[in-house]
């Protein structure tokens, strides 16, 4: 059993090492960084218990042309497949005696 879980993380090491080399190196001749834009929504959890939605605009984000996060940002194939973006604002309980 030993054996298995030692063959499978250097597997996965050396995989993960390949597509880190590919991307620093350009191998196969490719742009490195590729852009998505995203949707960005805020969502909003009020005290009357009922949630709103506002539309907060479209950016763009940076993404690494490669099969494992690199550099800091997420893979394209990933990003490009989440194109919407949820930032979470509650504001509270309203059953909650003690606010401060």
Known sequence: MKRIIIIVVVLAGILYLSDFLSVRFRIPA???FGTVTLHTYY???LKNGRTEYDYAGDHDVSCSN?????????????T???TEEQINIDSGTPNNPHLF
């Open 80 to 82: 490009s497949r989440h």
């Open 30 to 32: 490719r742009d490195t």
């Open 43 to 45: 969502v909003v959890k």
């Open 66 to 78: 490669s099969a494992f996060p690199q550099f800091g940002v997420k893979p394209c194939w990933y």
